[in-house]
C-alpha cells in the first residue's frame, strides 16, 4: 500500500475534517473530533489532560487503525516503530505544537 505525499512538505498541516473526509472516502466512516484528538495522544504525542477527558471521548480501537492511516498519509509522522507497531513522532510535529502553543498563550 503506498502512502503518497506521507513524506512530501505541505503547505500546512491537515485540519480534523482533512481527516474526516480522507477516513470518509476510504473507509466508509466519519471519525469524531474527539477520536482524532485521542489519536494524536496516542500516536503523536499531543500532551493533554487525561482528567479532562470523558472516557466516551476515547477512540474505539476498532477505528484506531484507520485514523492512524490517514496520519501517516498526510505526513504527521514518518514510519511506524518497530515496538508495538506505534509510529515515532518526528521533530516537525513537536515544532508545530509548540508554535500553536504560543499564539494561543498556553504553555510553555
Not at 502512502?3 to 466512516?29: H, K, L, M, N, T
Not at 496516542?42 to 489532560?49: A, H, Q, T
Not at 514518518?78 to 515515532?88: N, T, Y
Request: proline residues 10%; aromatic residues 12%.
Amino acid at each position: 500500500m503506498s502512502f503518497a505525499g506521507a513524506g512530501a512538505a505541505r503547505a500546512r498541516d491537515p485540519s480534523d475534517f482533512d481527516i474526516q473526509e480522507w477516513v470518509y472516502r476510504r473507509f466508509g466512516f466519519v471519525p469524531h473530533p474527539f477520536w482524532i484528538a485521542h489519536c494524536k495522544e496516542l500516536y503523536l504525542g499531543v500532551p493533554r489532560n487525561p482528567e479532562v477527558r470523558p472516557a466516551w471521548h476515547e477512540c474505539p480501537v476498532d477505528k484506531r487503525a484507520q485514523i492512524r492511516e490517514a496520519f501517516l498519509h498526510f505526513g504527521l509522522f514518518s514510519e511506524p516503530a518497530p515496538e508495538m507497531g506505534l509510529p515515532r513522532e518526528i521533530p516537525r510535529m513537536r515544532r508545530v505544537i509548540r508554535s500553536a502553543r504560543g499564539r494561543t498563550g498556553h504553555g510553555a
